[in-house]
């Protein structure tokens, strides 16, 4: 019985996981929240296990995978639910409701003390994706989510998460009317008069025969009695309706789709971005892979070329990139734990020092209040140390631009500055990190440290950089103080942003090559992106050099160009074809296009290789193409023959306290793999990765200055002066063979690009697929043995039994209690564990397969985890408890499928009626609640999280969801109740309450929770509906099995008729589905050019509110502004809107200075609030009103207003001077990015900055000085960081190899 009852919890694990899975924060969060959920599921096994056996069994299916048994040709397992009565199941669902009721609590009560877990979009992000602070009230709250307007969503969240929350609500409009047709007409239909009549209790049934349904079976299908088979009419009718009303609800909102679509792609802020108008074009033949060719090809849509990136494969390069962040963070690691070691040390010997003078001289030891007293001047110099001025930083290039005038400008590289030039108290022009009155996030450090110099409290962080904290949460989580996400130091005034603009231009009209021209290739992707890297400028090609000296937005839009011929013949095929050769077309046609630029068959680019070096370059992993490249050597010291001497830290460390690892034996060896004690070597850490970052360092930059060692590939990023141009092009017939310069992918996001996949070649992506699909598909087939395995770690008897030398688990009664207990929650746990890696797994996949973007990995991994899903969720637990023996049963007759699905899918309609409802219980609850957030937030960043870049990445990064396997899980909710809404209606009920809640639920997250930074725009909705016609299929297919298997009093088929019809309505409905598709397609993803006047009119009222936003217009100028762009008054000005019009240089330094626009406010009052203290904050989160001044009602409403306040400043002095935003731009400022935005990730990899903490006793110093003398070639600073009194990292400012251009969504 116990085996049993463990057993069944399993699909509680499955349903845990798949709810929580699709919440991409961590996968050790998403782990966490399953493991929760789990537990929870167990306990209320556990607490409903006094009811009937039926009862306790159902508390806790709730999902995904059924259990597994080990017979395969058992029934599944969802079957066994079959005629539970009313009493049993709401019985069941008593401890779910308790756990629901808990969860929402806990959410409510502790919403408003931690804002930076329950409400960070209020504060912790750039001004247009804040929301306003919830309302204090529940109700209040409630109203708000549902009344909060849809277009602000789609500006703040995205089209993806508007989608999704379109999606839940389409699925409301679905089943309610449902609902409120079927159920009233059908319930009647099947209880009164029929087999069965006992509901509420089946203990009390007057008959014991198996085949009369009871409880909740007496209202579905099969309770209709044989000789009333002419109702049967009734759910045909009924079934009918709800095909047709299906089918006009996804017609309707497919064309609501495209309607959010085009309006969100044709907006003036979107317009502006790389995205809309860049097209990644795959597979382009040799000879076209020139910036001259392609633009010659592609000038034939409106508005020609902007730019063209051709794509190398720094395959190779990116390989030493991804070992050097993985060492660079090792380092990090292990100065951090040298310094803080030290510190101990320091401290201990400090201490025991103390204890001796005080036994000398007689004094007492110290009182608590003493020590106290002390740690907080302690930490006050810590404070001190991490927001002023001083601190060491080497072995900056100058590589970083920190914020976008950087970027734009660039600037002379200073002489090398030795480390006596920066010492502490450096003066604000600190040359590597240019004025200090930078703007954007880069402000986070220079606002949260280096600038926040006056009035500013300092709040230190336990985990999280935070000192002052209500006294009662400093004894379980100390440090934490919620409100300030984290952050220390909060700058007690506005800075101004020095930005500038530029008057380059980059697209010159392209003159058609000459007859004798050589071919170059063009690589816009590999120019410098600062000017004092101009050395780069030899690998650009004529047409993008000279370009760059033309002005105006003229030389940009241009018409069609074509090649000179200076010989008619060679426009013919003049070769004579052979009467065998029937491959070829006969002689006298036209040769095949030229490009533009050359006429012969040379590839100038291209080196001849012998047929051995095309065998190696054909070995994966094997990068036969790239050169051996001898570098100068990367430091000046041998650690392994020199040894340290006189180093500060041994003056409180020996040797072997330093820390230390083992090697891998080979360079491709996983870093998870664990190190042998006598076969791997062991080293110190230290001076090893300082010798390899170095050494990385020194070989990654040298590469990058030299991109043509690297091979082309054949592919290239085209961004078109127009954004019709771009949906023109995809849309077109480009190449004139199949499969050349195809697919092409428009409304591509740089941060979206997967730039390790850019060397894939086609045939390798289509092998690759086919790879994946079969993993998949074993996926599919073989999940049943890893459930099965977690099965029976349950059955602890049987095992023991078994096994022999598993006896002394049962001979101590302790132990094999103990066992039992964790006998209970173990195999839920593995299972959940196991199907979170699922969607992980899959992910993994669909990037192996060769997808470019992370769009497209999404696109893959809905597909895959949705078949997933409903294979494992719906049919195996339908069907049988296999997957082998439901395909079997399937496919061995494939004319018997809706009998097979007719004789085993309504048995199974009691355990997704409990399905459905618990997963609205637990699921909608649990993600308000954020388990898995908390419990990173407060046990495992206190054990992960030890040094200033893992802080500074926790507090600054908010949750994100993955979208591909987000949607597949409730896709699979709406297949199941469609499925069932006939043949079990009460599925309905259950469907509306899931739905709604999930629905709020998600609505709450995505408006003050989620932050998104890619966005698919959108395209997996339309893909969502149409997966959940599998739904619709599955119920005809259901009932045309029930009509032909339903018999009257005379044990005759009785429902043909109704059969026959039903399978023309499901011809009918796959026809349907079928002219849909065909209809919406193109609208699905590209643009109609109807669209581009009334994009332009957009365009040009944009304009005219930015004007009046930087006010270089008012509101009496309107009118000027309107004949300016009245119809005739154009200038050829392009729609990107490069010169909004002739302005004067104040003008454009107001336009360059958009981050004033949003001054940062309230910083004083941030700073006086943390000042504060301890008290007052303590006072504040416990609620103590003050004594006899004021009601608790109005002090409570003035504590949150002056949360919000506090919380709104945080987020100004992180947010408020960022070009976050790419409008906020000058037209040059962002045509210098998007030039840079697609270049290869690759050559715009910088050195990563050593970021250490800052002591008082000189170890850390010390190291910097070290590491300076050991090599030129390592960065390395201890600037903005210190150490508190408990020897802790905290920090006041951003990592200084930050840089605002990387913030910036283009």
Known sequence: MASSTVLSTLPTAVSTAVSTASISGSALSTISSALASTITSSASLTSSSSSSTSSSVLTTTTSSPPKQVPNADAAGSAQKFGGISLVAFLTALATSLVVFGVQMGLFLLLRHKLARIFKPKTYLVPERERTE??????????????????????????????????????????????????????????????????????????????????????????????????????????????????????????????????????????????????????????????????????????????????????????????RRDAIHVQLEEAETELIREAKRRQLKQRSLEEKRVRKAHQVKAESKKERKH???????????????????????????????????????????????????????????????????????GENLGRGLRRGVGFVEETGHNILVLPKALQQNVEGELERTGGFDFIKDGPQSSPTSSTNSEYDSKLHPGDDDAQPKPSFASETPL??????????????????????????????????????????????????????????????????????????????????????????????????????????????????????????????????????????????????????????????????????????????????ERY???????????????????????????????????????????????????????????????????????????????????????????KYSWLHWLVEN???????????????????????????????????????????????????????????QVFLVVSITSSTFQTIANITQDITSTPEVLAENLPKAANYFFSYMILQALSTSSGTLLQVGTLFMWYVMARILDNTARAKWTRN??????????????????????????VVAPLISIFAIITFALLWCAHRYNMLYVTRFRTDTGGVLYPRAINQTFTGLYVMELCLIGLFFLAVDENDEVACVPQAIIMIIALILTILYQYLLNRSFGPLLRYLPITFE????????????AQERRLGIIRADDEATALNRSAPG????????????????????????????????????????????????????????????LRTATIYRNERRQKDIEAQRAIGDALFGGYHDEIEDLTPEERDVLVRKAFQHYALRARRPTVWIPRDDIGVSDDEIKRTQEFSKYIWISNEGTALDSKVRVVYGRNPPDFSEVDIINL
């Not at 009390?204 to 299908?221: E, I, K, N």
């Not at 450096?426 to 590597?432: A, R, T, V």
């Not at 499969?739 to 390798?764: C, F, G, L």
């Not at 969801?961 to 469609?978: D, E, H, K, Q, R």
């Open 133 to 322: 602070p919830p309302p204090a009230s529940p109700w209040n709250l409630l109203s708000t989510v549902l009344r909060y307007n849809d277009r602000e969503i789609i500006k703040k969240c995205g089209l993806d998460a508007y989608f999704f929350l379109r999606y839940l609500q389409t699925l409301l409009v679905l089943f309610i009317p449902i609902a409120l047709v079927v159920i009233p007409i059908l319930i009647p239909i099947n209880y009164v008069g029929g087999l069965g009549h006992q509901v509420v209790d089946t203990n009390s049934t007057d008959t014991q025969d198996s085949d009369v349904p009871t409880g909740l079976d007496t209202l579905a299908w099969g309770n209709v009695r044989p000789e009333h088979y002419r109702r049967r009419w009734a759910h045909l009718i009924l079934a009918l309706l709800v095909i047709i009303w299906v089918c006009g609800v996804f017609f309707a909102e497919l064309r609501v789709y495209v309607k959010i679509r085009q309006d969100y792609l044709t907006s003036a802020e979107h317009r502006l971005r790389a995205s809309a108008n860049t097209v990644l074009v795959s597979s382009i033949p040799d000879k076209w892979l020139t910036e001259d060719a392609l633009r010659g090809l592609f000038d034939v849509f409106p508005g020609g070329i902007r730019n063209v990136w051709l794509t190398r494969d720094f395959t190779k390069l990116l390989e030493k990139i991804h």
């Open 374 to 444: 002390r740690a907080k001047a302690e930490d006050d110099e810590a404070k001190r140390r991490a927001e002023d001025n001083g601190g060491l930083s080497v072995g900056d290039d100058d590589s970083v631009p920190h914020v976008v005038a950087t970027a734009v400008h660039g600037g002379e590289k200073p002489e090398g500055k030795g480390l006596g030039d920066i010492q502490e108290g450096e003066s604000e022009e600190s040359p590597h990190h240019g004025p200090r009155g930078g703007n954007g996030l880069f402000k986070v």
């Open 530 to 707: 600062q000017a004092s890297q101009a050395r780069h400028a030899h690998t650009l090609s004529e047409a993008t050099q000279a370009s760059t000296l033309q002005k105006g937005p003229e030389s940009r839009i241009m018409g069609n160009t074509t090649r000179k011929v200076s010989n008619v013949n060679d426009m013919y095929i003049t070769e004579k074809t052979r009467w065998y050769e029937f491959w070829k077309p006969p002689s006298g046609g036209y040769v095949s296009p030229v490009p533009q630029g050359y006429e012969r068959e040379d590839y100038p680019w291209k080196v001849e290789r012998t047929k051995w070096q095309k065998f190696k370059a054909a070995i994966p992993f094997y990068h036969s193409d790239i050169e051996d490249v001898e570098y100068p050597p990367a430091f000046t010291k041998d650690y392994a023959t020199e040894k340290e001497e006189g180093a500060e830290w041994q003056k409180w460390l020996s040797a072997k306290d330093r820390p230390q690892h083992r090697l891998a034996l080979f360079d491709w060896t996983p870093g998870w793999l664990p190190a042998l004690p006598l076969v791997n070597k062991k080293v110190d850490t230290i001076y090893w990765c300082r010798a390899e970052l170095a050494k990385l360092n020194l070989e990654i930059e040298e590469d990058q200055q030299h991109p």
């Open 711 to 801: 091979p082309i590939m054949n592919s290239a990023f085209i961004q078109f002066n127009h954004q019709v141009a771009a949906h023109m092009a995809c849309q077109s017939v480009t190449y004139h063979i199949p499969k050349q310069m195809a697919p092409r992918t428009v409304e591509i996001s740089p941060n979206d690009v997967i730039w390790d996949n850019m060397a894939i070649k086609w045939w390798h992506e289509w092998a690759r697929s086919a790879l994946v699909f079969a993993v998949v598909t074993g996926m599919l087939i073989l999940w049943a043995f890893p459930v099965a395995w977690t099965a029976s770690l349950a059955q602890l008897d049987a095992l023991v039994e």
């Open 813 to 871: 009664k302790t132990i094999h209690n103990v066992i039992k207990g964790v006998a209970g929650v173990l195999p839920a746990a593995v299972l959940a564990i196991l199907l979170i890696l699922v969607p992980i797994s899959l992910n993994w996949l669909a990037t192996f397969q060769g997808a470019k973007t992370g769009s497209q990995t999404t696109e893959t991994v809905q597909t895959y985890y949705f078949a997933f899903l409903f294979v």
């Open 956 to 981: 600054t990064q908010l949750p994100s969801v993955t979208w591909g396997s987000f949607f597949p899980v409730y896709t699979n909710f709406a297949c199941i109740a469609l499925i069932y809404s």
């Open 1093 to 1104: 006047d009334e994009a332009v009119i957009r365009d040009e009222a944009f304009q005219r």
């Open 1129 to 1188: 008054a154009s200038d050829g000005k392009d729609i990107e809107l490069r010169n909004l019009h002739k302005r004067t240089k104040s003008e454009a330094d107001s336009l360059s200075r958009l981050g004033k626009l949003n001054p940062v406010k309230g910083i004083v009052q941030a700073g006086s609030w943390a000042v504060r203290g301890g008290r007052q904050v303590r006072q504040a989160a416990f609620g103590k009103a003050e004594e006899n």
